[in-house]
């Protein structure tokens, strides 16, 4: 058994010239590999293609980088009305599975999988229960193609109009409650605890037996704003009140989250979302973690 967590990164502040075409998937590889990590987390708007050869240039691409490609971003929206567009979702979902299954190494690769958007004509048990329904649906196929679905305590896909269905904690343990698989988990984000308004260590320890895969981030109240004004985002789906910044310096007290990882012996996938500043700040989070890793998962 591997002695702690594995660190990826994934380039929050790159995400719109990666998605539109600014920069090229292999450039963003290139950086990355001078960040001292040991994977890279991708967002679908990332690739242009997904046949078998654009795919295998960015495997290799990351392999000449000494990388790995353990997790996939995906954001299915599962909370429409309409039951053609959830399974049009859900088809999206299949392909991305497809990617991972193809670009994963075999001992872990996962697809993020979230509820949706908390559309205001959508009725609690209406959008648990599309939740459910669609990611019952996808795991037969993700475990054919031996690859994870993980569900993170989110809070807004870029795209999206409003936040996620499942912002505070007691949905989201409603559904994930509902799913009994050993091909679904969770991928816990310490900071969207925080942007719900809630306390990330009560949620870990609530979510802690299932964790598959972490991101972690660290955020900051800006000047001339107190963590009161966190709550506003309940309505409108942003904390004007919270920033980026590099990871152990904000309000996650990652040395008890580690204490927690430990305890329940995890040794999977934390994927850094950094670099909103700059990827210096990235390399810095990157190295805070490493550091953190050899503290709580001694040799």
């Not at 293609?49 to 240039?57: A, P, R, S």
């Not at 990351?62 to 490609?69: D, H, P, S, V």
């Not at 329904?133 to 989110?154: C, D, F, S, T, W």
Request: contains cysteine; hydrophobic residues 35%; charged residues 25%.
């Amino acid at each position: 058994m591997r002695n702690g967590p594995r660190i990826s990164v994934f380039p929050k502040g790159l995400m719109e010239e990666l998605s539109d075409g600014r920069m090229s998937i292999f450039e963003w590889i290139e950086q990355a590999g001078m960040l001292g990590a040991e994977g890279l987390e991708l967002y679908p708007a990332f690739l242009k293609e997904t046949n078998q050869h654009y795919l295998q240039k960015i495997k290799e691409a990351a392999e000449r980088e000494g990388l790995l490609i353990p997790m996939m971003c995906s954001s299915p929206d599962f909370t429409h009305r309409d039951h053609a567009f959830r399974e049009n979702e859900i088809h999206k979902m299949k392909e991305m599975i497809d990617v991972m299954a193809f670009l994963g190494p075999s001992d872990f690769r996962s697809c993020r999988v979230l509820s949706g958007q908390r559309r205001p004509d959508v009725l609690l048990e209406e959008g648990i229960e599309w939740t459910v329904q669609a990611i019952r649906q996808l795991i037969p196929y993700a475990e054919e193609k031996q690859v994870y679905l993980v569900m993170e305590n989110h809070y807004k896909d870029g795209p999206w109009i409003y936040p996620e269905f499942a912002q505070k904690s007691s949905v989201y343990l409603e559904i994930i409650d509902r799913i009994s698989s050993p091909w679904f988990g969770c991928n816990y984000d310490p900071s969207n605890a925080i942007f719900a308004g809630e306390d990330p260590l009560d949620l870990l320890e609530k979510v802690k037996e299932r964790i598959k895969s972490m991101h972690a981030s660290d955020r900051f109240v800006k000047p001339g704003y107190s963590l009161d004004d966190i709550n506003e985002y309940s309505q409108t789906g942003y904390a004007e009140a919270l920033a980026h910044g590099v990871i152990g310096k904000g309000l996650n007290d990652y040395d008890a989250i580690f204490q927690t990882l430990h305890s329940v012996q995890f040794t999977g996938w934390i994927s850094i979302e950094d670099g909103v500043n700059g990827l210096h700040e990235l390399k810095e989070s990157v190295d805070f973690l490493k550091e953190k890793i050899k503290q709580v998962y001694p040799a």
